[in-house]
Structures are given as C-alpha cells and as structure tokens.
C-alpha cells in the first residue's frame, strides 16, 4: 500500500536538463509510485519536455528499471533518453 | 579477463603504441593474435552544419557502471582477451577523439565482431549526451 503522496528527485542530463534548464526535478507522485509513476508525472508536471518523454526510461541507482518497478526513498532517479555517446 | 574503462576531461590523448604489454615485456599479451583498435573523431559537420566541437556531458556512475558491464558481457561471449574504452566528457574539438575501443583477441573475427556489437550498445545503452557547438 503505497503513502497517498510522495516527492521524488528526478536527475536530467542532455536535452532534458536543457529543456527545463535545471539539473535535476521535483515529482510529486499520487498513488502510483512505480517508474511509470514518475513518468507520468514528469509529462504532467513538465510540459516543457513534451515531446522529449516518449520513449524516455527511468534510471533507479544506475540501473535500468522497468514501468512496474517500485520507487522508494532514498532512490537515486535520472531520467534517460535518447543517448548519444561513442 | 581484463576491462579497463576510463571516461576523462576533454579529447582523448594520443594513443600507446602498443597495448599493454605481456608479462614478459612483450608489446602483447601472450595468445593474441589480433588487436583491433576504433577511434571516434569528432567530424566538421553535424546535421549539415558546421560545428567547432562536440561538448560531451555523462552520468557517469552509470555510464561507467554500464560500460563496464558491456564490456564483461563480450570479453565473455567472444571468449576475448581484453577491452580497453575511453570516453570523454566536456568539450572535443573537430578532428580530435572522443572514443577510443581497443579490443585483444585470439583471431581478428570475434574481436572485430565484439567492436561492432559494444559500439551498437553503447549508442543505445550507456548515458553519455553530446551537444555541437555551432561554428560562428
């Protein structure tokens, strides 16, 4: 059962950090805290990054996470998108 | 097995002439028969336009993290000897490298196909950004 809300951090590097020109972002998540949760929430939240979320992935402490993945406190969260190194 | 991943401030240095040597001070591991090496160089054009240089940003514990684990996963399927990668963040002028992927092997045909896989898995995979900075 999870709290009725809860506030996340969420890391943004690349083209997210530059469109909300922030490092980093405050999600407020209603009752869903799993990873697709914040993604939600961010869409809702964030409109400035619109058309960048689709195809976004949630990072949990350096890993991957599916949709269905809890959050808990104390979780380090980026959000990841398209990447472009090499 | 050996994996070394090192991710530094700006273009990559000029590279060794060799890579590491063997034990018995030999410019290669003992076994290898094959060293293949790719470089990414930063190219003059970016979506049509010129650029001065590439900025490179990383969320490194991950991407460190990420880059390692890539690299154990193919040292093990190609039954490899080793792999070396360097990556840079912050700033890489047009015509120096960015990325560098060394690749020891027995034969040339699973290090060249380790090359390719990792490269495709890193572009996918591994939270490194890259902005152009617009040529003035």
Redesign the interface.
């Known amino acids: 059962m999870y709290p009725c809300t809860m506030t996340v951090k969420v890391l943004l590097f690349g083209p997210y950090a530059a469109a909300l020109g922030a490092r980093e972002c405050m999600v407020r998540l209603g009752g869903d805290h799993s990873c697709a949760g914040v993604l939600a929430g961010l869409a809702s939240e964030r409109p400035e990054l619109g058309r960048l979320l689709p195809g976004a992935r949630l990072a949990i402490n350096g890993e991957f996470a599916a949709a269905d993945r809890p959050v808990t406190a104390g979780d380090e969260l980026a959000l990841i998108g398209l990447v472009s190194g090499g | 097995m050996s994996v070394q991943v090192t991710i530094l401030d700006g273009a990559l240095p000029p590279p060794p002439p060799s890579p590491s040597p063997s034990e018995t001070g030999a410019s290669y591991p003992d076994g290898c028969g094959a060293w293949v090496r790719f470089e990414?160089i930063v190219r003059r054009i970016e979506n049509e336009r010129p650029i001065e240089a590439l900025e490179?940003?990383?969320?490194e514990?991950?991407?460190q993290?990420?880059i390692t684990r890539i690299a154990e996963e193919l040292v093990r399927k190609h039954g490899l000897i080793a792999m070396t990668v360097l990556?840079s963040r912050g700033r890489v002028a047009v015509g120096e490298c960015s990325?560098r992927l060394d690749v020891l092997s027995g034969h040339r045909k699973e290090a060249l196909a380790a090359m390719d896989e990792f490269?495709d898995r890193?572009?996918?995979?591994?939270?490194?950004?890259?902005?152009a900075v617009w040529s003035t």
């Open positions: 990414g490179y940003e990383a969320y514990p991950m991407a993290k990420t990556h990325f490269i890193l572009k996918k995979d591994v939270p490194i950004w890259k902005r």
